[in-house]
Structures are given as structure tokens and as C-alpha cells.
């Protein structure tokens, strides 16, 4: 026969929400700054190509 589970406590529940927050806030950060970085031509480590530069070599 089939038992349910236990509840979690709120304490737990809002422990592990918080380290997901803080995860997702530290990714988006990442992310964040990685945008800067290539809005502003600092980009060292992330290459990319622009629409501009693959219309220009194709004619």
C-alpha cells in the first residue's frame, strides 16, 4: 500500500531555495558581465562574429 511522504519543514524548504537563489544570481552575474565585456570590445576570451562581417566575406 502506498504511504505518503513526509512534509518537508519550512526551514529546509527555504534553505535550499535559497542556495538555488543564490546559484541563479551568480550565473547571471556571470552572464551579465560577459555581455559588457563584448558590448564594449574587452571580450578576451569570447569570440564571436558579427551579421556585418559574414555579409561582407560572402559577396
Given at each position: 500500500?502506498?504511504?505518503?511522504k513526509?512534509?518537508?519543514?519550512k526551514?529546509?524548504?527555504r534553505i535550499r531555495?535559497?542556495?538555488?537563489?543564490?546559484?541563479t544570481?551568480?550565473i547571471a552575474?556571470?552572464?551579465?558581465s560577459l555581455?559588457?565585456?563584448i558590448?564594449?570590445?574587452?571580450?578576451?576570451?569570447f569570440?564571436y562574429?558579427?551579421?556585418?562581417?559574414?555579409?561582407?566575406?560572402?559577396e
Open positions: 500500500m502506498a504511504v505518503p513526509k512534509r518537508t519543514s526551514s529546509k524548504k531555495k535559497s542556495v538555488w537563489r543564490e546559484k544570481k551568480k552575474s556571470k552572464a551579465f555581455a559588457q565585456s558590448l564594449t570590445n574587452r571580450s578576451k576570451s569570440y562574429t558579427t551579421n556585418e562581417k559574414i555579409s561582407e566575406s560572402t
